[in-house]
């Protein structure tokens, strides 16, 4: 019998993927203890959701942080002992280093990731679930979860049948571009915009009478089913 493995997840809203994780840990479908759930955002619907399945909490406020950040400026002393620009520029694949904003960028989230990590890295953690976590990731934050070279431990789940249509908008695109099919992709994240390694897909028809709200839901019903079986599936490693 597989044993258990522990998870972390991250939200950023409703928590609806979250749910069905905790259901599918609850059923015995996923071998597997959710230890916390984290959040960018206070008083959403999905910290509720673990708070009534007793799983541990947090906040790290990413709105609060960055707005500090940019009403204030950021001085070296703010910044996390370790982190070195140069080296996070040179891996990343999410800003333009020749932009003036991206250094502005890198840094802010080195600042809100390092009050992440110190949150999580208090468990003991075999993978990190985002569960819609609406924050992107510097390499900064991925090196000090992804410890060992070529083991992915963040998991994400991406609204549309990837490679296509990356970004945040997944079924919007879907649907503007006419597609009849859609889907959903977990994948493990890297340096890039949902860029990193495909673990499952489930697709669904589109109808030419469907709406964005009717591909939005079919595509949820489909994200419910696949999140679980691709945790265990790392589980079943």
Same mark, same amino acid.
């Given at each position: 019998?597989? !044993?258990?493995?522990?998870?972390?997840?991250?939200?950023? @809203?409703?928590?609806? +993927?979250?749910?069905?994780?905790?259901?599918?840990?609850?059923?015995?479908?996923?071998?597997?203890?959710?230890?916390?759930? @984290?959040?960018?955002?206070?008083?959403?619907?999905?910290?509720?959701?673990?708070?009534? !399945?007793?799983?541990?909490?947090?906040?790290?406020?990413?709105?609060?942080?960055?707005?500090?950040?940019?009403?204030?400026?950021?001085?070296? =002393?703010?910044?996390?002992?370790?982190? +070195?620009?140069?080296?996070?520029?040179?891996?990343?694949?999410?800003?333009?280093?020749?932009?003036?904003?991206?250094?502005?960028?890198?840094?802010?989230?080195?600042? =809100?990731?390092?009050?992440?990590?110190?949150?999580?890295?208090?468990?003991?953690?075999?993978?990190?679930?985002?569960?819609?976590?609406?924050?992107?990731?510097?390499?900064?934050?991925?090196?000090?979860?992804?410890?060992?070279?070529?083991?992915?431990?963040?998991?994400?789940?991406?609204?549309?049948? #990837? /490679? !296509?249509?990356?970004?945040?908008?997944?079924?919007?695109?879907?649907?503007?571009?006419?597609?009849?099919? @859609?889907?959903?992709?977990?994948?493990?994240?890297?340096?890039?915009?949902?860029?990193? /390694?495909?673990?499952?897909?489930? !697709?669904?028809?589109?109808?030419?009478?469907?709406? #964005?709200?009717?591909?939005?839901?079919?595509?949820?019903?489909?994200?419910?089913?696949?999140?679980?079986?691709?945790?265990?599936?790392?589980?079943?490693?």
């Amino acid at each position: 019998m597989t !044993a258990d493995i522990k998870i972390g997840t991250l939200i950023s @809203g409703g928590g609806t +993927n979250l749910q069905a994780i905790i259901d599918a840990c609850k059923e015995g479908s996923i071998s597997a203890d959710i230890v916390f759930t @984290g959040s960018d955002t206070p008083g959403v619907r999905g910290l509720e959701r673990a708070q009534t !399945a007793d799983i541990d909490t947090f906040v790290v406020d990413y709105k609060q942080i960055i707005g500090s950040c940019r009403a204030k400026g950021i001085a070296d =002393a703010d910044l996390p002992e370790d982190f +070195n620009l140069a080296e996070i520029m040179e891996k990343q694949k999410l800003v333009d280093p020749s932009d003036e904003q991206a250094q502005f960028f890198l840094k802010s989230r080195a600042i =809100a990731e390092k009050q992440l990590l110190d949150r999580i890295l208090a468990y003991d953690m075999d993978l990190l679930v985002l569960a819609g976590f609406m924050r992107m990731f510097t390499p900064y934050f991925i090196d000090r979860i992804n410890t060992v070279p070529g083991q992915y431990r963040i998991m994400n789940i991406h609204p549309a049948l #990837l /490679p !296509a249509f990356p970004g945040t908008d997944g079924y919007g695109d879907t649907f503007r571009y006419g597609c009849k099919v @859609g889907g959903c992709t977990v994948h493990f994240i890297d340096y890039g915009e949902d860029t990193g /390694p495909i673990i499952g897909q489930k !697709a669904f028809e589109i109808a030419d009478t469907d709406t #964005l709200e009717d591909v939005k839901r079919k595509g949820l019903e489909k994200e419910w089913e696949l999140y679980p079986a691709c945790i265990q599936k790392f589980a079943d490693r």
